[in-house]
Structures are given as structure tokens and as C-alpha cells.
């Protein structure tokens, strides 16, 4: 998609639908970094999200039944829980990390799959994540899946059969926001599948503009739970992911190296 271009004006929003179920919110939420469960379950509630990711490998969902557990606050009933591998390096731990995670949560088959290439830049693993992401879905996942922001690797997790793609901004808790738009905008041109930016969005202005390029949701955690205030940066975020994608929808307009008066000189008032 141009940069430049926009959707039809009039086009109705229907949602955000992923694995056959509609969310009426576009932004995903992590689990992790809070000061503790009751800030988690303040700061998701001020989020609007819908989506809950959790990583199985380090927040309690029922593995330890003497600690405290994340589904007191988030529960399944009122949230769709997202297991995701964070931790993972390689396609087997990522696999029997999912698969734990479905039997924790009952034959649940969405889950999220990121494999990561090292502990320094936390960057996707892409062969492996290849390779766990066709077994999942073999095994009958549902699966969103963290990736580069390249076109081409997108486009195969796609044919595997992932259920979304979700390219990086930029490194994992950077903040430093949507390093490079041109890439995102080459994968949601392709995409058949939700598209939604994961990793790197640092405050509100990331989330809009990655809406207003045309992504169909974001997932954040560090940006909420990292905040001085990770309430109202909840409130924000549910905010910018509203208002970026109204002004999708709404259509920009063009970018040109020329002024554009506000008031034209033709039909004035002599």
C-alpha cells in the first residue's frame, strides 16, 4: 500500500477478526512488568483490550497452585487468553511450550509464537519460527506468529497458515516506535490475514501511526507497563489505536510540496 493512499471513504470498520472471532478492540495487551496483579488487572481494564497475551514459560496461569494466579485477575470468561513462547530459542522449546499451554488452558488453540534469535536484540529466529509455525498449525493451533518485517517471510507464515502476522516496529521494549513503515506497508498490501505491529512501540503517537498505515491491531506490554503511570498510559493507548484507525478509514489526504489554502482565492467575496 502507498504510503499516500487511502481506503474508501464510507468504509464501515467491522472489527478486528482473528481465528474466526470478532474483537471490537484493536489493541493487545501483555501480562507481564506490572508492579503487581492488581496493577495488571487496573491497567487491562483501562486498555479496553480483549486479547491477553501471557508467557507461559514465566507468568502463573495454573502451573504453580500455591503462587498467584494471572486468571484471578484476567479471567478466561471475560478475556481471550494469548500463550505465547517468549523465551523460546528455538522451534522445540517454542512447541512444547504452546503445547503446555493448551493443556493449561483446556484445549485453548490460539497462540502467539515468537522464536528468538538471540538475548541481546531479542530479534525473531526466522528459520525456526518458520519451522515451529508449520508443526503448530499441523497440530492444530491457531497461530499468530512475531516476525521480521520482511515482506517475503511474512508471506510464507502466511501460506503455513498462521492466523496473523506480526511484524516488529523495532527491537523488543526499545520504545524507539515504527522504524520502518515502508516494510509494514509492503506487508499489509500482501496480507490476507490481520497484520499487527508487535514490539517496539514506545507511547500513543507509535500506536496511531501504525493504524493509520493500515495494521489491524497492536500488541504492547513494555509501553503500558514500562509507564510511569501505566494506567492512563492503558487509557492513551486504547485512545491512539481508536484514532488511528478512524483516520485510516477517513482517508488522508495527499502529502504534496506545495501549499493548499485553506481558503481558495476562486469564489471569494469581492
Request: charged letters at 20%; glycine letters at 8%.
Amino acid at each position: 500500500m502507498d504510503l499516500n493512499s487511502s481506503p474508501a471513504t464510507g468504509q464501515p470498520d467491522t472489527g478486528l477478526t482473528i481465528a474466526g472471532k470478532t474483537y471490537s478492540s484493536r489493541l493487545l495487551v501483555g501480562s507481564g512488568k506490572y508492579r503487581d496483579l492488581e496493577q495488571t488487572r487496573a491497567a487491562t481494564e483501562a486498555s479496553g483490550a480483549e486479547i491477553i497475551t501471557v508467557a507461559i514459560r514465566r507468568v502463573n496461569i495454573g502451573q504453580d497452585p500455591k503462587a498467584p494466579n494471572l486468571l484471578d485477575v484476567v479471567p478466561p470468561s471475560r478475556y481471550t487468553i494469548l500463550p505465547n513462547t517468549a523465551g523460546c530459542y528455538t522451534a522445540a522449546d517454542a512447541i512444547y511450550t504452546l503445547q503446555l499451554g493448551r493443556e493449561l488452558l483446556n484445549g485453548h488453540k490460539l497462540a502467539k509464537l515468537e522464536v528468538l534469535g538471540d538475548e541481546r536484540t531479542l530479534f525473531p529466529n526466522m528459520p525456526e519460527t518458520l519451522k515451529a509455525a508449520e508443526a503448530l498449525v499441523k497440530d492444530g493451533f491457531d497461530v499468530m506468529v512475531y516476525c521480521s518485517d520482511d515482506p517475503i517471510q511474512a508471506r510464507l507464515l502466511e501460506e503455513i497458515g498462521c492466523v496473523a502476522v506480526m511484524p516488529l516496529a523495532s527491537l523488543i521494549g526499545s520504545g524507539m516506535g515504527i522504524l520502518n513503515p515502508w516494510n509494514l506497508s509492503l506487508i499489509i498490501e500482501q496480507a490476507k490475514v490481520p497484520v499487527l505491529v508487535d514490539a517496539g512501540v514506545g507511547t500513543a503517537s507509535d500506536a496511531a501511526i501504525a493504524m493509520e498505515l493500515g495494521c489491524d491491531g497492536v500488541l504492547m506490554n513494555t509501553a503500558i507497563a514500562g509507564a510511569q503511570d501505566p494506567i492512563r498510559m492503558a487509557r492513551a493507548m486504547r485512545l491512539a489505536i481508536e484514532a488511528g484507525r478512524e483516520a485510516f478509514l477517513a482517508g488522508r489526504i495527499p502529502k504534496r510540496f506545495a501549499a493548499s489554502p485553506s481558503s481558495p482565492m476562486a469564489g471569494r467575496l469581492k
